[in-house]
Nanobody, 122 residues
Framework: QVQLVESGEGVVQAGGSLRLSCTVS????????MGWFRQAPGKERAFVGY????????YYANSVKGRFTISGDKARNKMYLQMNSLEPEDTAVYYC???????????????WGQGTQVTVSS
């Protein structure tokens, strides 16, 4: 059974940093992409960025470009989201997910984690 588990939940002040992790178990993804999404209260799930698994190329939403960095450790089946210069608008539940091809569309992702809360105070 494939499981994706996010960790790194926290409360930080605006301007601060936080690092999220995503650990995959039950399967080793050989290709595709690993992505991050977020969902704020009352809003739809939004794309944050992805990394092409095993290649390392990344792509980000404009709202986080230059502030967030995605990295991956394929050997350990882990992905990371380093978030810097956090803003209150970044407050959301953050999810990691896998897709077979590069895409920002959440419906194309086939495996999802349960989410982890990030709260940025002003």
């Amino acid at each position: 059974q494939v499981q994706l588990v996010e960790s790194g939940e926290g409360v930080v002040q605006a301007g601060g940093s936080l690092r999220l992790s995503c650990t995959v178990s039950g399967r080793t993804f050989r290709n595709g992409v690993m992505g991050w999404f977020r969902q704020a209260p009352g809003k739809e799930r939004a794309f944050v960025g992805y990394i092409i698994w095993g290649v390392g190329s990344t792509y980000y939403a404009n709202s986080v470009k230059g502030r967030f960095t995605i990295s991956g450790d394929k050997a350990r089946n882990k992905m990371y989201l380093q978030m810097n210069s956090l803003e209150p608008e970044d407050t959301a539940v953050y999810y990691c997910a896998h897709a077979a091809f590069p895409t920002a569309a959440p419906e194309a992702y086939d495996y999802w984690g349960q989410g982890t809360q990030v709260t940025v105070s002003s």
